[in-house]
């Protein structure tokens, strides 16, 4: 919009080249300045998921899971079990919503072993297959062994491992996160 | 890197500097554009005679249009048109967006800057005849621009789908609905049912964002494409030399959107856009308004004679303007004669003088309407209460806001107040919600009085408060003085028997008896604990946190009536009954005066509104209905849950 337009100032008095780049100037940024204004503001509110400070969600991050550790036997078959939590969305609070599901395998007495369900290639939800005793993606065949490593090229890396607790005995408590995918390294994803 | 492969293949020539070569871009450009030739024809338009300030309207117009569609596309991003959802995502664009209030607030204003802009606009037309030919095409398209910003200003209205708008804009649609023979079909069409739901949200919505926007545009592009095709029209082309577009007018206009800007920024952030209470349709709104420029229609329609022209608003709301439109459409064939100018010009400035007069009219009606005004606080009380509400840690729920309004006793106590308590008692005064009862008498001559109604009981505004207590103790008589206003029925000189229960009852008596004993200096820490004692029994949340010592003094002095200078007469037990809290014995026996366990706490006045001439409160001397069947149990609950002062 600014440019120089060398015509135009050829038959202005002498004292008009010099007024007339002022005047274009100032057009020019008075008119920057009044457009730059809505847009601005427009495109901080647009990126305030990314300007967002986040609330702390207290506590340590462990939910108590809805199975018993009786119910997972021993060097048996992973079980899938949806994770139930409060989930904020925008305004609303929603209370006790599936928000995921894990596989939960328990490898010892008292030891469980538990990756989150999201195959970290692209997102999709794995599938344990009991013939072939592998965790296995339909999206794009992703394989993963018992113990969550990668059985094949396609993931960028193994089944994502959670923390999980037994505690007062019976209950199985689980530190639920997702985490970003295609990438080699486990970079967790903000849950709100 | 861009540069020199641009220098590779020859597009830039290298100039001996070595630097970005900005004329080769463009001549590259321009050769296979035409790019030159638009930017020389948008910017180098002629204007005989110099820039001048009055050739700014126009493109303040766009300037505003162009901040409604920047600040209109982000907002639609975080915007959820739906009944549960409109509200709650404008509040979560207002309250916790980043920028949100901002954004809104650049959009709402600019939206009434825009209108003023177009009257302005329209006036400046039609005060240099830049109507008359061969420009009369362009003036109608730019009167259909007019309908088109008026179009979005009254679905924008609704949107935020808070009481204002909802009930603002059902007045519109009201109004479409009494246009003559497709009316109540075009109402039904537009708001996607016979009643206002999702389908008025979604339809509203794309007409504001999608369509209205769309014929905008398309209009706009025609109505600027005419103009420079006429040029502009110039009253006096020698009073100065002819100069360009750019810079000069663009310097003037762009001063001109600055100060634009700066008025809405300005009203952004010290008024800021509001967001009342969420539309209910089940609460009337009596603060309803239009936006304020359509509040001369709104006037206009409030005359009696308007509404029996055609027995209905339809005169009012579409008749009459449409003629007043007919008119300004047919200016131009006017203008031809010199005459007809003169006459176009007198009518625009006696419509909006008309208009001035009616929106003037209609403001000062309103400020001194008690009625309106008290309707005014409550709406920004219950703006200001949603906030409390939704701030809370539970947050929205999924059925929306509204719920939270409708299950909360701040809210609703004082409505259910004052639809049956207030007719015979008041409220601080009030009824509950802040308007005083009148009654409406007409004068001999014909004008009109408001007579305040005096109140058959009690004032309750400080009910089981301390100061209640107190006053209970040291002037029952005058805390029930409003009990004589209740006359005989046969002689309207006497007060009636039922009032007398109280005003020459044994309490009246005791209290005035012992009025000399709460004046010695010794007994007034007395009084105080004998006040704790009660005010504790109420459990309210304002007894929370009170010192135990006190009150247990205070109910040595209820059991024993053992004052440091004079003990009572007779004692509290022994017309009053009262079950200490936490404790399985009654004191003193049901029956001769009211029953003081848990007195004015929220299980007292549960039981006392459902039966307030149960044996354990007032009995055969009771004269105030029951309410245990007037009131639905979540009434009950919300009115008794304001009274006590539990809010949460």
């Known amino acids: 919009m600014s440019l120089p337009h060398p015509e135009l100032n050829h038959d202005g008095p002498p004292g008009e080249p010099r007024r007339g780049f002022l005047t274009q100037i100032l057009a020019a940024g008075i008119g920057l300045l009044v457009g730059a204004v809505p847009a601005v503001s427009g495109l901080a509110f647009f990126l305030d998921p990314l300007l967002r400070t986040k609330k702390g969600s207290g506590g340590d991050g462990f939910l108590k899971m809805p199975v018993a550790l009786d119910a997972l036997e021993i060097n048996g078959e992973p079980q ?5 939590m409060d989930k904020v969305d925008a305004w609303n609070t929603y209370l006790q919503q599936p928000v995921g599901a894990v596989f939960l395998r328990r490898t010892d007495k008292d030891k469980i072993v538990a990756f989150n369900s999201r195959c970290p290639h692209l997102g999709c939800a794995v599938d344990y297959k009991s013939a072939e005793k592998h965790y296995y993606c339909p999206c794009h065949t992703s394989t993963f062994a018992l113990d969550g490593t990668q059985q094949n090229k396609i993931p960028p890396r193994d089944l994502d491992s959670l923390d999980v607790e037994i505690r007062n005995g019976t209950e199985v408590w689980l530190k639920f996160q997702n985490f970003r995918a295609t990438t080699p390294d486990k970079i967790p994803v903000a849950s709100t | 890197m861009l540069l020199r492969l641009a220098e590779r293949v020859g597009y830039v020539e290298r100039s001996t500097r070595n630097y970005f070569n900005m004329n080769a871009l463009i001549t590259w450009l321009d050769d296979r554009t035409g790019l030159k030739k638009l930017m020389h024809e948008a910017l180098y338009e002629n204007i005989p005679g110099g820039s001048r300030w009055r050739y700014v309207w126009g493109s303040t117009l766009i300037f505003t249009f162009s901040v409604q569609m920047i600040t209109g596309v982000f907002l639609a991003m975080a915007y959820a048109p739906s009944t549960t959802t409109a509200w709650e995502s404008v509040y979560h664009i207002q ?3 980043q920028f949100g209030w901002l954004v809104r607030g650049l959009h709402h204003f600019s939206a009434q800057a825009m209108t003023v802009l177009l009257a302005l606009h329209l006036m400046q037309v039609i005060i240099d005849g830049a109507y008359r030919a061969p420009r009369e095409v362009n003036f109608w398209l730019g009167l259909i621009l007019m309908q088109i910003v008026l179009g979005l200003g009254l679905t924008g209205y609704l949107l935020p789908w808070d009481q204002k708008g909802f009930y603002a804009t059902q007045v519109s649609t009201e109004i479409m609905g009494a246009a003559p023979v497709i009316g109540p079909q075009s109402q039904i069409v537009a708001q996607g049912g016979p009643q206002y739901g999702h389908h008025t949200l979604t339809r509203f919505f794309t007409m504001h964002v999608m369509v209205l926007p769309a014929l905008m545009i398309a209009f706009l592009v025609l109505h600027i494409a005419v103009f420079r095709r006429h040029g502009i029209t110039v009253p ?16 003037k206009d762009a001063v001109a959107c600055l100060a634009i800007l700066s008025t809405v920024l300005a009203l952004t952030i010290w008024k800021g856009a509001e967001l009342s209470a969420p539309a209910d349709p089940s609460e009337p709104f009596s603060a309803a308004r239009p936006e304020w420029y359509f509040l001369f229609l709104f006037q206009f329609l409030r005359f009696e004679w308007v509404e029996h022209v055609t027995k209905g608003p339809a005169f009012g709301a579409i008749y009459a303007p449409g003629a007043l439109m007919a008119l300004v459409v047919a200016m131009p064939i006017i203008g031809r004669w010199r005459a007809g100018h003169v006459f176009n010009v007198c009518a625009i400035f006696a419509l909006m003088l008309g208009i001035a007069g009616l929106t003037g009219l209609a403001l000062y009606n309103d400020s001194r309407d008690p009625d309106f005004l008290a309707s005014v606080n409550e709406a920004h009380r219950d703006g200001e209460r949603i906030r409390e509400l939704a701030e809370r840690p539970a947050g929205i729920p999924i059925e929306g806001a509204i719920s939270l309004m409708r299950s909360d006793p701040k809210t609703q106590g004082p409505r259910i107040f004052a639809r049956n308590c207030a007719p015979c008692h008041r409220f601080d005064g009030h009824d509950g919600t802040g308007r005083e009862i009148v009654k409406i008498v007409k004068k001999g001559d014909g004008t009109e009085e408001r007579i305040v109604e005096k109140p058959t009981a009690t004032d309750l505004g400080n009910f089981g408060s301390p100061e209640w207590i107190k006053a209970i103790i040291t002037d029952f008589k005058g805390t029930f003085a409003a009990l004589e206003n209740v006359k005989d029925k046969d002689n309207p000189n006497a007060v009636a028997e039922s009032s007398k229960h109280f005003l020459e009852g044994e309490m009246a008596s005791w209290s005035t008896s012992h009025a000399q004993r709460w004046r010695v200096k010794e007994n007034e820490p ?13 459990q309210r949340p304002g007894a929370a946190g009170m010192p135990d010592e006190a009150s247990k003094r205070g109910r040595q002095i209820f059991e024993t009536g053992k004052l440091p200078v004079g003990d009572f007469e007779s004692n509290c037990l022994d017309c ?15 029956g001769a005066g009211p029953s003081l366990t848990n007195y004015a706490g929220d ?13 354990k409160f007032y009995g055969s001397s009771n004269a105030m209905p029951a309410f245990g069947e007037r009131l639905t149990e979540k009434e009950l609950d919300l009115l008794v849950r304001w009274m006590v002062g539990n809010n949460d």
């Open chain 2, 236 to 251: 006096d082309p020698d009073r100065a030399p002819n100069a360009t577009f750019w810079p000069d007018q663009v310097l």
């Open chain 2, 526 to 538: 007395a009084l105080s604990d004998l006040v704790a004692f009660l005010y504790s029994q109420g």
């Open chain 2, 95 to 97: 309250h916790h967006m």
């Open chain 2, 603 to 615: 299980r007292w006045l549960r039981e006392f509104l459902q039966n307030p001439g149960h044996e």
């Open chain 2, 576 to 590: 009053h009954s009262l079950q200490p809290i936490g404790e399985d014995k009654l004191l003193g026996e049901v």
């Open chain 1, 80 to 84: 899938l079990v949806k994770v139930i």
